[in-house]
């Protein structure tokens, strides 16, 4: 489908090529004829997507006062998992740690993560998920994003952080990933580590 125009809200996708190679598009001006005319910014995107499947899925439960991120990263290693997707992860926590972006005119991107937010517990886990990487040493590093609420039912939500403790019982799903290179390296553009996927 190379060359053929496709809308999405206010961008056009002008070319399409195969997994891997360049997508070019242009971003339309808000508002009435947006479709009809291509004024502002055009943009082009090297959007790099290797390609990959499932080759096995790991299930296990956590137990009370278990360390949440902790036993996950024993498991990988355990089972020599370092490219994977945390498809499921569901239970409750003594107290959750967790931690969300915020203003920081230092960084390049102006954003980073803040200091630890602690939500005293009982906390329910609703969902996790996220992706097992690594390193270009092949350190394991694990990058989690967590849905929660308290007792009376309020919402967080953050990037969560080591030392959160299984209150009663946790329940993870996870998939080890084969074609694709999960890796988390430094990117000189945010100034922070980020993911970059490479075709094995």
């Known amino acids: 489908m190379a060359g053929d125009n496709f809308f999405c809200e206010n961008i056009i996708i002008k070319k399409v090529l195969s997994c891997g190679g360049v997508i070019h598009f242009s971003r339309m001006p808000p508002g009435p004829g947006r479709r009809k005319h291509m004024k502002g910014v055009h943009v082009i995107l090297e959007l790099k997507a290797p390609s990959g499947s499932i080759k096995r899925v790991v299930t296990f439960r956590l137990k009370p006062g278990d360390l949440v991120m902790e036993t996950i990263e024993e498991v990988c290693r355990r089972e020599g998992i ?113 993911y970059m996927p490479r075709q094995k």
């Open 82 to 194: 370092n490219n994977g997707v945390i498809l499921s992860c569901i239970g409750s926590l003594q107290g959750a740690r967790f931690m969300n972006p915020e203003r920081k005119p230092e960084h390049k991107a102006g954003y980073a993560y803040g200091e630890p937010i602690v939500l005293e517990g009982p906390v329910e886990l609703v969902f996790a998920s996220g992706l097992i990487t690594h390193d270009g040493a092949g350190k394991l590093m694990l990058h989690i994003h967590a849905s929660l609420s308290d007792p009376q039912g309020k919402g967080y939500g953050g990037h969560l952080i080591p030392g959160n403790k299984v209150l009663i019982t946790v329940e993870v799903v996870m998939a080890e990933i084969e074609g694709i290179e999960m890796l988390r390296l430094y990117d000189d553009e945010i100034d922070l580590p980020s």
